[in-house]
Nanobody
Framework: EVQLVESGGGLVQPGGSLRLSCAAS????????MSWVRQAPGKGLEWVSA????????TYADSVKGRFTISRDNAKNTLYLQMNSLKPEDTAVYYC?????????????????WGQGTQVTVSS
């Protein structure tokens, strides 16, 4: 059974940092691309970032480029999202998503499993 468990969310002041983790199990993590997506209160899902199987190819949404860093540790079956210079508009539930293959990107059709999410709140 595929499981994706996010952690690391919380309340942080504007300008602060958080590191999210996504622990994966039930599949061969290193064979699949992964993504982070988020959903702000009252809004739809927004794709944030994606990473290929080896971690050498990465892409970001314009809204987070230069502030967020996606990475993965295939030995630990874990996906990360380092978030710096956080803004109130980054407030959302953050989800990790597993690609159906090694392909990665922003299209929802690429992904087949999602975690339960972790809440990030940026507020003073």
């Amino acid at each position: 059974e595929v499981q994706l468990v996010e952690s690391g969310g919380g309340l942080v002041q504007p300008g602060g940092s958080l590191r999210l983790s996504c622990a994966a199990s039930g599949f061969t993590f290193s064979r699949y691309a992964m993504s982070w997506v988020r959903q702000a209160p009252g809004k739809g899902l927004e794709w944030v970032s994606a990473i290929n199987t080896g971690g050498g190819s990465i892409t970001y949404a314009d809204s987070v480029k230069g502030r967020f860093t996606i990475s993965r540790d295939n030995a630990k079956n874990t996906l990360y999202l380092q978030m710096n210079s956080l803004k109130p508009e980054d407030t959302a539930v953050y989800y990790c998503a597993k690609s159906k293959s090694s392909m990665y990107g922003s299209r929802w059709s690429l992904y087949d499993y999602w975690g339960q999410g972790t809440q990030v709140t940026v507020s003073s």
